[in-house]
Protein backbone atom coordinates (compact mmCIF):
# COMPACT_ATOMS: atom_id res chain seq x y z
CA UNK A 1 0.00 0.00 0.00
CA UNK A 2 2.64 2.74 0.65
CA UNK A 3 3.96 2.05 -2.49
CA UNK A 4 1.06 2.52 -3.98
CA UNK A 5 0.40 5.66 -2.47
CA UNK A 6 3.63 7.01 -3.04
CA UNK A 7 3.31 5.74 -7.14
CA UNK A 8 0.10 8.19 -7.35
CA UNK A 9 1.80 10.79 -5.19
CA UNK A 10 4.97 10.64 -8.00
CA UNK A 11 2.14 11.21 -10.46
CA UNK A 12 0.49 13.82 -9.10
CA UNK A 13 3.37 15.89 -8.92
CA UNK A 14 4.14 14.54 -12.94
CA UNK A 15 0.67 15.84 -13.92
CA UNK A 16 1.18 19.09 -11.87
CA UNK A 17 4.32 19.98 -13.58
CA UNK A 18 2.94 18.89 -16.95
CA UNK A 19 0.13 21.48 -16.51
CA UNK A 20 1.87 24.57 -14.91
CA UNK A 21 4.66 23.53 -18.07
CA UNK A 22 1.19 24.10 -20.23
CA UNK A 23 -0.08 27.14 -18.86
CA UNK A 24 3.51 28.55 -19.10
CA UNK A 25 3.71 27.62 -22.68
CA UNK A 26 0.23 29.16 -23.56
CA UNK A 27 1.21 32.60 -21.71
CA UNK A 28 4.79 32.54 -23.54
CA UNK A 29 2.98 31.87 -26.72
CA UNK A 30 0.43 34.71 -25.85
CA UNK A 31 3.11 37.37 -24.88
CA UNK A 32 5.02 36.34 -27.82
CA UNK A 33 2.52 37.25 -30.31
CA UNK A 34 1.37 40.36 -28.62
CA UNK A 35 5.22 41.92 -28.67
CA UNK A 36 5.48 40.36 -31.91
CA UNK A 37 2.91 42.43 -33.21
CA UNK A 38 4.09 45.44 -31.78
CA UNK A 39 7.27 45.35 -33.38
CA UNK A 40 7.68 46.63 -37.32
CA UNK A 41 10.00 45.20 -38.93
CA UNK A 42 12.72 47.44 -40.27
CA UNK A 43 12.30 47.40 -43.86
CA UNK A 44 8.33 48.45 -44.14
CA UNK A 45 9.02 51.18 -41.27
CA UNK A 46 12.50 52.74 -42.27
CA UNK A 47 11.34 55.96 -44.74
CA UNK A 48 11.87 54.97 -48.09
CA UNK A 49 14.04 57.02 -50.73
CA UNK A 50 12.52 57.32 -53.64
CA UNK A 51 13.73 59.74 -56.24
CA UNK A 52 11.53 63.30 -55.07
CA UNK A 53 11.99 62.59 -51.57
CA UNK A 54 15.62 62.70 -51.68
CA UNK A 55 15.55 65.28 -54.47
CA UNK A 56 13.53 67.53 -51.78
CA UNK A 57 15.75 65.89 -48.48
CA UNK A 58 19.25 67.44 -50.47
CA UNK A 59 17.05 70.13 -51.65
CA UNK A 60 16.52 71.91 -47.89
CA UNK A 61 19.50 70.25 -46.51
CA UNK A 62 17.32 67.62 -43.96
CA UNK A 63 15.19 70.32 -42.74
CA UNK A 64 12.25 68.41 -43.44
CA UNK A 65 8.57 68.67 -42.08
CA UNK A 66 7.20 65.79 -41.23
CA UNK A 67 4.29 64.49 -38.92
CA UNK A 68 1.67 62.64 -38.30
CA UNK A 69 -1.38 61.73 -36.38
CA UNK A 70 -2.71 59.69 -33.59
CA UNK A 71 -5.30 58.16 -35.24
CA UNK A 72 -7.18 54.88 -34.41
CA UNK A 73 -4.99 51.68 -35.63
CA UNK A 74 -7.56 49.45 -37.07
CA UNK A 75 -10.31 48.92 -39.08
CA UNK A 76 -13.80 49.17 -36.67
CA UNK A 77 -16.60 48.55 -38.37
CA UNK A 78 -18.42 44.92 -37.70
CA UNK A 79 -17.93 43.57 -41.20
CA UNK A 80 -13.71 44.45 -40.77
CA UNK A 81 -13.03 44.48 -37.34
CA UNK A 82 -9.43 44.36 -36.80
CA UNK A 83 -8.89 42.87 -40.03
CA UNK A 84 -6.01 45.78 -41.36
CA UNK A 85 -4.39 48.12 -38.72
CA UNK A 86 -2.04 51.58 -39.84
CA UNK A 87 1.69 50.46 -38.82
CA UNK A 88 2.94 54.32 -39.20
CA UNK A 89 1.67 57.07 -41.89
CA UNK A 90 3.85 59.96 -41.93
CA UNK A 91 2.93 63.26 -43.85
CA UNK A 92 6.29 64.88 -45.97
CA UNK A 93 5.24 68.39 -46.74
CA UNK A 94 7.84 69.57 -48.57
CA UNK A 95 8.11 66.28 -51.09
CA UNK A 96 3.90 66.53 -50.59
CA UNK A 97 4.41 62.69 -49.97
CA UNK A 98 2.83 60.00 -47.94
CA UNK A 99 4.70 57.15 -47.06
CA UNK A 100 2.09 54.25 -44.81
CA UNK A 101 2.27 50.43 -44.09
CA UNK A 102 -0.55 49.09 -42.98
CA UNK A 103 -0.21 45.17 -41.49
CA UNK A 104 -2.99 42.06 -41.54
CA UNK A 105 -2.48 38.91 -40.37
CA UNK A 106 -3.51 35.50 -41.64
CA UNK A 107 -6.98 35.48 -40.21
CA UNK A 108 -7.65 38.36 -42.48
CA UNK A 109 -6.82 36.27 -45.19
CA UNK A 110 -9.15 33.72 -43.96
CA UNK A 111 -11.67 36.00 -43.76
CA UNK A 112 -11.68 37.58 -47.11
CA UNK A 113 -11.67 33.73 -48.43
CA UNK A 114 -14.80 33.15 -46.45
CA UNK A 115 -16.43 36.90 -47.23
CA UNK A 116 -15.91 36.55 -51.12
CA UNK A 117 -16.24 32.73 -50.80
CA UNK A 118 -13.17 31.63 -52.79
CA UNK A 119 -12.32 28.56 -53.31
CA UNK A 120 -8.79 28.58 -51.59
CA UNK A 121 -7.30 31.29 -49.20
CA UNK A 122 -5.52 33.93 -51.08
CA UNK A 123 -1.72 33.64 -50.43
CA UNK A 124 0.73 35.41 -48.38
CA UNK A 125 2.69 36.26 -51.03
CA UNK A 126 0.12 37.80 -53.47
CA UNK A 127 -1.23 41.58 -53.44
CA UNK A 128 -4.81 40.57 -52.67
CA UNK A 129 -5.70 44.02 -51.89
CA UNK A 130 -5.93 47.46 -53.71
CA UNK A 131 -5.02 50.28 -51.99
CA UNK A 132 -5.64 53.93 -52.89
CA UNK A 133 -5.93 57.10 -50.82
CA UNK A 134 -9.02 59.43 -50.80
CA UNK A 135 -9.20 62.20 -49.58
CA UNK A 136 -12.06 64.57 -48.92
CA UNK A 137 -12.03 68.24 -49.42
CA UNK A 138 -14.30 71.09 -47.87
CA UNK A 139 -16.08 73.41 -50.68
CA UNK A 140 -18.04 75.21 -48.27
CA UNK A 141 -14.95 76.34 -45.30
CA UNK A 142 -17.21 79.43 -44.06
CA UNK A 143 -19.37 76.30 -42.96
CA UNK A 144 -17.20 73.46 -41.16
CA UNK A 145 -21.17 72.14 -39.89
CA UNK A 146 -21.49 70.45 -43.07
CA UNK A 147 -17.92 68.72 -43.26
CA UNK A 148 -19.64 65.20 -42.48
CA UNK A 149 -19.61 64.30 -46.08
CA UNK A 150 -23.41 63.40 -45.58
CA UNK A 151 -23.93 66.81 -47.80
CA UNK A 152 -22.62 66.21 -51.31
CA UNK A 153 -22.14 70.12 -52.34
CA UNK A 154 -20.07 70.87 -49.31
CA UNK A 155 -17.42 68.26 -50.16
CA UNK A 156 -14.91 66.70 -52.67
CA UNK A 157 -13.28 63.76 -53.27
CA UNK A 158 -10.09 62.72 -55.01
CA UNK A 159 -8.16 59.56 -55.23
CA UNK A 160 -4.97 58.99 -55.41
CA UNK A 161 -2.93 55.93 -56.78
CA UNK A 162 -0.04 54.62 -54.86
CA UNK A 163 3.47 55.50 -56.36
CA UNK A 164 5.11 52.20 -58.18
CA UNK A 165 4.71 48.91 -56.04
CA UNK A 166 4.56 48.27 -52.61
CA UNK A 167 7.23 47.30 -50.24
CA UNK A 168 6.03 43.34 -49.24
CA UNK A 169 7.33 42.08 -45.92
CA UNK A 170 6.07 38.82 -43.73
CA UNK A 171 7.15 37.48 -40.57
CA UNK A 172 5.44 34.75 -38.10
CA UNK A 173 1.37 35.60 -38.89
CA UNK A 174 1.40 39.43 -39.78
CA UNK A 175 1.76 40.49 -43.61
CA UNK A 176 3.37 44.09 -43.84
CA UNK A 177 3.10 46.03 -47.33
CA UNK A 178 4.53 49.96 -47.60
CA UNK A 179 3.08 52.30 -50.11
CA UNK A 180 4.12 55.81 -51.13
CA UNK A 181 2.00 58.17 -52.61
CA UNK A 182 3.08 61.71 -54.32
CA UNK A 183 0.86 64.97 -54.75
CA UNK A 184 -0.67 64.99 -50.99
CA UNK A 185 -1.00 68.09 -50.39
CA UNK A 186 -2.53 69.35 -46.99
CA UNK A 187 -3.87 72.69 -47.01
CA UNK A 188 -6.55 74.48 -44.87
CA UNK A 189 -9.63 72.99 -47.84
CA UNK A 190 -8.51 69.42 -46.76
CA UNK A 191 -10.68 67.74 -44.24
CA UNK A 192 -9.78 63.94 -43.72
CA UNK A 193 -7.64 61.71 -45.75
CA UNK A 194 -7.99 58.15 -45.32
CA UNK A 195 -6.76 55.06 -47.15
CA UNK A 196 -9.11 52.90 -48.85
CA UNK A 197 -8.35 49.05 -48.91
CA UNK A 198 -10.29 46.82 -51.30
CA UNK A 199 -10.29 43.44 -52.48
CA UNK A 200 -8.62 42.95 -55.70
CA UNK A 201 -11.61 41.60 -57.32
CA UNK A 202 -13.83 43.62 -56.07
CA UNK A 203 -12.38 47.39 -57.15
CA UNK A 204 -16.06 49.49 -56.90
CA UNK A 205 -15.03 53.02 -55.94
CA UNK A 206 -19.04 53.95 -56.05
CA UNK A 207 -19.41 51.24 -53.19
CA UNK A 208 -17.65 51.61 -49.84
CA UNK A 209 -14.07 49.83 -49.29
CA UNK A 210 -13.80 46.48 -47.83
CA UNK A 211 -11.76 48.46 -44.80
CA UNK A 212 -10.84 52.08 -44.52
CA UNK A 213 -8.37 53.57 -42.27
CA UNK A 214 -8.28 57.31 -41.16
CA UNK A 215 -4.96 58.73 -41.28
CA UNK A 216 -5.35 62.69 -41.11
CA UNK A 217 -8.33 64.70 -40.03
CA UNK A 218 -8.46 68.31 -40.00
CA UNK A 219 -9.36 68.67 -35.98
CA UNK A 220 -6.91 66.26 -34.73
CA UNK A 221 -3.40 67.51 -33.87
CA UNK A 222 -0.20 66.95 -36.01
CA UNK A 223 2.06 64.77 -33.97
CA UNK A 224 6.30 66.01 -35.44
CA UNK A 225 7.57 62.36 -36.81
CA UNK A 226 11.39 62.74 -36.03
CA UNK A 227 13.68 61.39 -38.40
CA UNK A 228 15.66 58.23 -36.89
CA UNK A 229 18.94 57.47 -37.79
CA UNK A 230 17.76 54.42 -40.42
CA UNK A 231 15.80 57.38 -42.48
CA UNK A 232 18.61 59.45 -42.23
CA UNK A 233 21.02 56.92 -43.68
CA UNK A 234 18.41 55.76 -46.23
CA UNK A 235 17.88 58.98 -47.45
CA UNK A 236 21.32 59.89 -47.66
Known amino acids: MPQK??????????LKGLLALLIVSIIGILAFRIIDSKIVPSKVKTLTPNE?????????????????????????EDKNYGYFANEGAVFI????????????????L????????LPKTPSRDDQVYSISLRIM?????????????KTESAVRYERIM????PISHKKTLYNYRKFIFDNVVIDDTV????????????VNYAKDAYGSLCLY????????????????NALK
Open 110 to 117: EHTKNDYR
Open 137 to 149: YDLTPENKDDNDG
Open 52 to 76: KLCEVYKEYDGNLTLYYQDQGKYTR
Open 162 to 165: PTGD
Open 5 to 14: KYGWRVAGFV
Open 191 to 202: IAVLLDIHYVDD
Open 93 to 108: EEAQQLQVTISYNNST
Open 217 to 232: HFEEENLEYKLTLADK
